[in-house]
């Protein structure tokens, strides 16, 4: 095993902060807390997170409550949700709904329980997603390949066709899309994966100029190698290649995406729509 993959697999396997001082003193102050806290007024905002049980989308939800947002967590694992709700314990107003985002009628239901409880929407993180099995693209199944594409990039899409006409209404809103640097540089053994981001990135141009003079505006962010479950679903290797790739010699941190993606979902984010921001510790050159 290379010393990559000897670094991430003591990265992934403990929780304390002593594997973070080891791998890297920027990944210890991150871990430790100490990353600072810029403040992010969102009072009044009502928002919707997909994927939010877990990983990058909880890191976002507790971003956005720390800024005054509500929240509603979308995931299709209820039982992880419930772990979720209850750890955020008194940390803002929230609700959750367990909906499988890649059925058409449960978003439209999932959009009017969340307009009945919140009033509206002004805020969208499209966010779940899966990264599928690591395999050559001629060694997926059919099956294997749309799963991927189903959730990484049509789910996108239903999310986005149920909850702009409702921005549309108040002629205000903030969209956020979570591709991936495969999405720029098609990572190997993970054709599905990178082809879906790359629909991500190119969705989120077309939509911005859509909306450019509506007052909604959308952008999507590129990370790198993030901290979290998803890499459990695809091999050590894949892992060590993806960390190899990064300039900065680390994997980011998930509360280091939802710092980006609370400023892509302010107000003071204002002329910015249809593009990519990158946070992928150096990786991406364009
Ligand atoms: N972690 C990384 O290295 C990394 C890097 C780049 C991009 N991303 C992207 O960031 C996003 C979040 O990734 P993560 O690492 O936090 O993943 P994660 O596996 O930790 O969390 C994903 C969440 O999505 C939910 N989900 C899965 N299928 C769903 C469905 N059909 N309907 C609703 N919810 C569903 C899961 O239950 C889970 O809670 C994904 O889009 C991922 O592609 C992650």
Redesign the pocket.
């Known amino acids: 095993m290379g010393r990559i993959a000897v670094l991430l697999r003591r990265t992934l396997d403990k929780s304390d902060n002593s594997r973070y001082e080891r791998a890297c003193p920027a990944q210890a102050e991150a871990a430790a807390g100490n990353l600072g806290m810029n403040k992010i007024d969102l009072q009044g905002q009502n928002a919707v997170v997909?994927?939010?049980?877990?990983?990058?989308?909880?890191?976002i939800v507790q971003r956005l409550l720390a800024s005054g947002a509500r929240c509603s967590l979308?995931?299709?694992?209820r039982e992880?949700?419930n772990i979720?709700m209850s750890s955020l314990d008194e940390q803002g107003e929230f609700d959750m709904q367990a909906?499988?985002?890649?059925?058409p009628d449960?978003v439209g239901a999932a959009t009017d329980s969340t307009i009945r409880r919140f009033g509206s929407i002004a805020i969208l993180v499209?966010?779940?997603?899966?990264?599928g099995v690591s395999k050559k693209l001629w060694e997926c199944t059919p099956e294997e390949w749309f799963q991927v594409l189903?959730?990484?990039l049509y789910?996108v899409y239903l999310c986005c066709h149920a909850i702009v006409p409702k921005m549309l209404e108040k002629k205000y809103g903030r969209i956020v899309n979570?591709?991936?640097?495969?999405g720029k540089e098609g990572n190997p053994n993970a054709s599905h994966?990178s082809a879906?981001?790359a629909g991500?990135i190119g969705l989120t141009k077309s939509l911005g100029k859509e909306l450019a003079q509506s007052g909604v505006i959308v952008n999507c962010?590129?990370?790198?190698?993030?901290?979290?479950?998803?890499?459990?679903?695809v091999s050590q290797e894949h892992?060590a290649y993806?960390v190899s790739r990064i300039p900065m010699g680390r994997?980011?941190l998930?509360e280091e995406?939802a710092a980006l993606v609370a400023w892509l979902c302010s107000s003071e984010c204002s002329f910015s729509t249809g593009a990519v921001f990158d946070i992928s510790g150096g990786r991406a050159t364009y």
């Open positions: 997909t994927g939010a049980a877990r990983g990058i989308g909880f890191a979308w995931d299709v694992d992880a949700l979720a909906v499988d985002i890649t059925r449960a499209n966010n779940a997603g899966i990264a189903n959730l990484d789910a979570i591709a991936s640097i495969a994966y879906a981001k991500v962010v590129t990370p790198a190698v993030i901290e979290t479950d998803i890499l459990k679903q892992v993806m994997p980011g998930k995406v």
